[in-house]
């Protein structure tokens, strides 16, 4: 039951980290989210549609409620 | 301790089918195969799942999925992903469908707001609330929380504007008309007076907020939901809100949205002029109030929910871009900004406004939210295990999980039933309608009764 209760939160302890003055894990999680990003741009060209113009273009709805 | 709530997400998802060729085809026949793959032996285009939720095909031949009532905020949030699953599940079935005809394409299912066209479908927000508290001094004093939300609750948009490419804050602010009204497509309001509790009226109202986005961060709409009950009891307690109101809300909604930096002031009906984060840390001041009145009787999610709220307001005072992993707004722009930095090129590059939609397709493999997901860029809350337990499992905590094991039943005896959010019925030789009007139950003794006496005359 505890230990449900403890999963039903977003983490707070990750959140502290943060708020304090920089640590050395605080920087290595900058540079971790740094290298992250650069794989992403690496791999963005092959996940986006080819003719980004046409394909935004054609993306038409009628409106919702 | 803080009343217990009901409350539940309707998204109306975006849909294309593009073609390798061209080729004209009706999107109501796309819709159908996508229905098909979710509610086998073509069951009419609004239906229950056997999680509880209400899979239906709205105004605009928009996919829209309700989730369940749920009254803890984790399940909502599971269950609002697990409608994403369930829409990407179809997707290889509907294709196959349309193959077979000699159509080949891909499908895509967006969980976005707008289009390329200015049309705009939305993300609706349920919450049961008492009946017994004047509504429109509620209204009031939830407009300009509504009005600020977006600085953490957007989900971003690029658009252009005579001749120049902004970022936004929000899908759906500029779309809005009006402070209240009836009406959810011809003048969108901050708040829709839709009164239909799915309960007992005279206990309960329904509060319906058409003026959200979709959130595809799971944190975001755990803030965007939680915020906006936490509000809503404060002042039904008594923690009244007062001098908030904005002069003109419509105007002032579309102007912060415009300004990703969040410095634009808007002006209050006292002639002040505040931003949307001092508007936003007036109500954090009342929840934090409210908590301390709570004491030891406030629950663990309500105490986590206001801490992260005002350390999100915090952050988004001194640097939005540290909440790069949580919200969608600015994991979006952060995403957008890498990328016109290492591709040296602008805003107004036509692979800006298809990210700005790609960001949001549910096909995971594709969209690009998961692709950030994959490479550790997003925090999340829940785990994949839960969110695909939620595609077929009701929440436990409330009337949903009578529904779902009534469906379930029914199923596994091939029995043809009928079913809504209040009642229930096995059609044929013992059609007894069974009236579910708590939501909080989450057993019904006549409904146990039935499954046991079915389960008993099929020996």
Known sequence: ?65 | MMPPRIFGLENEYGLIFSPNGRVYLPMEKILGYIFEGLIPNSWPSNAFLSNGARFYQDTGCHPEYSTPECDRLRDLVIHDKAGERLLETCLPMAEKRLREEGLVGDIYIFKNNTDSMGNTYGCHENYLMRRDLDFWKITEQLIPFFVTRQVFTGAGKVLKVSGRTHFFLSQRAQHIHEKTSSSTTSSRSIINTRDEPHADAEKYRRLHIIVGDSNMSELTTYLKVGTTAVVLSMIEEGFTVKGMELEDPVKAIRDISRDPTLKKRVRLEDGRELTALEIQMTYYERAEAYLSALGTSADETTRDLIEYWGHVLQTLATNPMKLAQELDWVIKKNMMDSFTARKNCGWDDPRIALMDLQYHDVKRNRGLYYLLERQDLVERLATEDEIQRAMTIPPQSTRAKVRGDFIKFAKEKNRSYTVDWTYLKLNGYWEETILCMDPFASSNKRVEELIAGVAVSHR
């Open chain 1, 1 to 65: 039951m505890s230990q449900d209760k403890k999963r039903d939160l977003k983490k707070v302890g990750r959140r502290d980290d943060a708020a304090a003055t920089p640590n050395p894990e605080v920087l290595e999680k900058g540079k971790k989210i740094k290298e992250n990003i650069d794989k992403l741009l690496d791999e963005i060209d092959e996940v986006l549609e080819e003719n980004a113009e046409e394909f935004v273009k054609n993306y038409v709805q009628k409106g919702g409620e």
